[in-house]
């Protein structure tokens, strides 16, 4: 039945102050942190609420489209058959039953769209599901009775509603006037501007889908150009956790993490080893930036993104620094805070002087969040002296301000592990977890990936919002073309006659032609 999330944590509470009696040295402040599965599911693939919504909303212009197509037609075949109506309504037939028959034609043709439609959703499921299985192992996605309704009433509305209009304003209009205007060769005027309002509504729906498109596939751009400062080839990473009970002092895990260098870099075909507290591509802490050179920024104070990396990190992940100098192994001992921060960083709080030797202060929220739990101690600000910049980088989603603290400053318990070799990722694998194995056996290594695949991976979102909307942008074109062939086509048919008596009386066909294309039928 689920279940409140404050009932959730009102029950977990208990737990956890008795896991802090019980372990104080592990689960001293630390609390359960309870979400819903969607904000969990959105932590661990970035889903957003614009995802689910831009594709639907997308869709629904689509539909749209094909609405006003289904109008378009309806509205001419009810202009072109006025005689036969006003016939029908002089020999004695009710507006009703002429209404009624023209919503049957229309429930014919949602009869029809619904069975493609039931086809077309079949088969893209199938494709979907095939496509995704991999990484999502344990969903289930089939058809089932919900949708087949949803399809059926989409169908039923949007014919009904569109074929409704066309239906209402034949039966309306007077016996006479469609006597007299069954016989005209065009089309009546107010029914040719509701048919160019039509037309014209498609294109300016079209033209959002494409200017969508565009702007998404910009996005993935900047993505590729931003992701261009990661060397990312041959290199894998995994995360380590050191148990508190073993690593619980900071000279032991520095201690782990220099014999876990040394061993690997001895190993053949690895060049080059180096660990932070977040891969590129992948989630990274969030600190709050109290202070520039002393003075106070605003309040409450900017969030920016803080990984913290040791030495090697920015020639072995990062091509290099765009000014500066990078950390040393003296880099966050006493006396030596110092940090790197992006471009973003020194663009937004810094200005154009020189960024060299300015010092900040940043300090963890007052919660600090992690996905399994949250610790509500606030740890003590952090003063630093920034010594380089570095290029712009993504973690998850676009660049954004970020500051690089020296690994010795802080020395996390879990921390990410990046190697690169020369012989390619796959050998490297193997050679990671002997290196584990040899120092710490009962340490186990976390999911191993490599760069190329945490950057595909986080580049998926925008990538795939670029390409569904290129091609509901592209399928709307088509439909719009479609439709003004259609309506085109239609109105030369009804007026053979007229074009006839007009080539007759001496009319070029040029001219013919830029009638139509000057009226727009």
Do not use: C
């Amino acid at each position: 039945d689920g279940a409140d999330l404050d009932r959730v944590r009102a029950g977990l509470s208990p737990i956890a102050a008795n896991l802090a009696v019980a372990h104080p040295d592990t689960n001293k402040d630390i609390r359960p942190l309870v979400n819903t599965l969607l904000e969990a599911y959105n932590g661990l693939v970035t889903l957003t609420t614009s995802a689910i919504y831009i594709p639907l909303l997308a869709a629904a212009f689509v539909l749209l489209i094909a609405a006003a197509n289904l109008a378009n037609l309806l509205l001419a075949r009810a202009a072109y058959r006025s005689r036969e109506i006003a016939i029908r309504l002089a020999i004695g037939a009710t507006r009703w039953r002429i209404v009624r028959g023209l919503l049957i034609e229309s429930l014919l043709l949602a009869t029809v769209a619904w069975v493609l439609a039931v086809g077309f959703s079949w088969l893209g499921l199938t494709i979907s599901a095939s496509h995704t299985a991999p990484q999502l192992p344990y969903w289930r996605i089939k058809m089932d009775v919900r949708l087949l309704g949803t399809l059926a009433a989409i169908a039923l509305v949007t014919t009904g509603l569109f074929g409704l209009a066309p239906a209402v304003y034949a039966s309306r209009r007077a016996t006479a006037d469609g006597l007299k205007e069954g016989g005209r060769l065009s089309m009546p005027p107010k029914v040719r501007r509701w048919t160019h309002a039509l037309l014209v509504g498609q294109f300016a729906v079209t033209l959002a889908l494409l200017n969508g498109a565009g702007l998404a596939a910009k996005r993935f751009f900047n993505f590729y150009a931003a992701d261009r400062s990661v060397q990312t080839s041959d290199t894998v990473t995994t995360f380590i956790r050191l148990p508190a009970q073993t690593y619980a002092t900071r000279d032991q895990r520095v201690a782990f993490h220099d014999r876990l260098r040394a061993r690997l870099l001895s190993v053949p075909g690895v060049t080059a080893s180096t660990i932070a507290s977040a891969a590129p591509f992948s989630p990274a802490g969030r600190r709050q930036l109290t202070s520039i050179d002393g003075q106070p920024t605003t309040e409450p104070p900017p969030d920016v993104m803080t990984v913290v990396v040791e030495p090697s990190y920015f020639h072995t992940v990062v091509r290099g620094l765009v000014l500066g100098e990078p950390f040393s192994e003296l880099h966050g001992t006493p006396g030596h805070e110092a940090a790197i921060v992006n471009q973003q960083f020194a663009s937004v709080y810094l200005g154009d002087g020189n960024p060299i030797g300015r010092r900040l202060e940043i300090r963890p929220p007052t919660a600090r969040r992690t996905y399994l739990r949250e610790a509500d101690a606030p740890a003590p600000p952090v003063s630093a002296v920034i010594v380089g910049i570095a290029p712009d980088i993504r973690q998850i989603r676009d660049a954004v301000p970020m500051v690089y603290l020296p690994f010795r400053a802080e020395v996390p318990a879990v921390v990410t592990l990046m190697v690169r070799g020369s012989g390619g990722s796959r050998p490297l694998v193997s050679d990671v977890r002997d290196a584990v194995n040899a120092i710490d056996p009962d340490l186990a290594l976390g999911v191993v990936r490599t760069l190329d695949e945490l950057r595909d991976r986080s580049r998926a979102g925008a990538a795939d919002m670029a390409t569904h909307l290129a091609k509901v942008g592209g399928l709307a074109l088509v439909f719009s073309g479609v439709g003004l062939y259609s309506a085109m086509a239609y109105a030369v048919r009804r007026r053979t006659q007229e074009i006839a008596v007009r080539m007759a009386l001496g009319a070029q066909a040029t001219q013919v032609r830029w009638l139509f294309l000057k009226t727009g039928a």
